[in-house]
C-alpha cells in the first residue's frame, strides 16, 4: 500500500511511501490484538491491593456471647467478617497481575492492529521533522494543519525526537512514541497515526 508525504504544513510533498504488506496488509487477528491488549493493561496494574482478615484486625480476642443459649449464632469473636468492622473474608492481597505473551504474537497484535488502522484510513506519513526547542504552541499549529485537532492521536517519531515529545506532553488527545516502543494498546486507543518518514523502513526491524 502506498500513502502521499506530507509535510507538517500538511502539504503534499509530492513523494509516495510503501507500507510494508506483511505489517499493513495482513490478514487481522482479533484475538492476538486483545491477548496483547489484556497483556499491556494488566502489566500496569501495582497490584498493591491489601484488606485486614481477622487475625490482622486490633479488636478483642474475648468471646462476645456464650455458646450455647443465646438463641442466636455461635460467635468466637468480635474480629470476624461477620460484624462491622471485622476482618475482611477473603480479601485481596499484593498480587502481579503481568504474565507473558509470545513474541511472535505480540508482532501479530501489532501488525493486525496497524492493518485496521490502514483500513480505517487513520494513517498519515509526514516527512521527518524536528523542533528547535520544546514549543507547545508550534505543535498546535501542526495538528491544525494536518486537520486532527481535537482528535485522539499519536505520534510515531525516531529516537531524536526530545523537543517533539515535550511539546506534546500536555495536550489532552496527543501521545508521542518512539517506533521500537510502539504497542498494539496505544495503537487501538489512538483514533489516528502519524508516522514520521523515516520511521516507516524501522517498523520491519521492530516488527520482526
Not at 500513502?3 to 492476538?32: C, M
Not at 495538528?143 to 531524536?160: C, E, I, W
Request: proline content about 3%.
Amino acid at each position: 500500500m502506498q500513502v502521499t508525504v506530507k509535510n507538517i504544513n500538511g502539504q503534499e510533498t509530492g513523494r509516495i511511501v510503501s507500507l510494508p504488506e506483511e505489517i499493513f496488509g495482513i490478514e487481522p487477528n482479533d484475538h492476538a490484538i486483545y491477548l496483547s491488549v489484556k497483556q499491556y493493561l494488566a502489566n500496569q496494574r501495582q497490584g498493591t491491593h491489601k484488606s485486614k482478615e481477622k487475625w490482622e484486625v486490633a479488636y478483642s480476642t474475648r468471646k462476645i456471647v456464650r455458646q450455647k443459649g443465646s438463641g442466636g449464632a455461635r460467635h468466637g469473636s468480635i474480629k470476624s467478617g461477620t460484624f462491622v468492622g471485622g476482618g475482611r473474608i477473603f480479601g485481596p492481597k499484593p498480587r502481579d497481575y503481568s504474565f507473558k505473551l509470545n513474541k511472535k504474537v505480540k508482532s501479530l497484535a501489532r501488525a493486525s492492529a496497524l492493518t485496521y488502522k490502514v483500513k480505517e484510513s487513520s494513517v498519515t506519513v509526514v516527512e521527518d521533522f524536528n523542533l528547535s526547542a520544546p514549543k507547545t504552541k508550534e505543535f498546535i499549529n501542526i495538528l491544525n494543519s494536518l486537520a486532527l485537532s481535537g482528535k485522539k492521536t499519536l505520534f510515531v517519531v525516531g529516537d531524536n525526537s526530545e523537543n517533539i515529545y515535550l511539546s506534546a506532553r500536555n495536550l489532552p488527545n496527543t501521545s508521542v512514541i518512539k517506533v521500537n516502543d510502539l504497542n498494539t494498546y496505544q495503537i487501538v486507543n489512538a483514533d489516528n497515526l502519524v508516522f514520521c518518514e523515516g520511521t516507516i523502513g524501522k517498523i520491519n526491524e521492530f516488527n520482526a
